[in-house]
């Protein structure tokens, strides 16, 4: 049974940073490229960052591109989101994803989210 498990969301000002993780079980995580969905109340869930299996690639969304880092650490089953000079609009729930580079309709398996609140 696949579980990806989010943590570290929370409240925090405009300006301040927070780090997401993702643990995953139940798969070769080794194998799975790994990203991260963001979605607002009301809103489409975005694509946000994601990293190639082996941490050699990453991509991301314009809007957090020098603000955010992904990462990974496959001796751990862990993906990483660093997020910098957080904004109001990066208020948001954010899912781990496990098989995708930034296409939604590749991911095989989701996270339950965890929840980023930016006050301004």
């Known amino acids: 049974q696949v579980q990806l498990v989010e943590s570290g969301g929370g409240l925090v000002q405009a300006g301040g940073s927070l780090r997401l993780s993702c643990a995953a079980s139940g798969l070769t995580f080794s194998s799975y490229a790994m990203g991260w969905f963001r979605q607002a109340p009301g809103k489409e869930r975005e694509f946000v960052a994601a990293?190639?299996?082996?941490?050699?690639?990453?991509r991301y969304v314009d809007s957090v591109k020098g603000r955010f880092t992904i990462s990974r650490d496959n001796s751990k089953n862990t993906v990483y989101l660093q997020m910098n000079s957080l904004k109001p609009e990066d208020t948001a729930l954010y899912y781990c994803?496990?098989?995708?580079?930034?296409?939604?309709?590749?991911?095989?398996?989701w996270g339950q989210g965890t929840q980023v609140t930016v006050s301004s």
């Open positions: 994803a496990a098989g995708t580079m930034g296409d939604i309709r590749t991911v095989r398996y």
């Open positions: 990293i190639s299996w082996n941490g050699g690639s990453t």
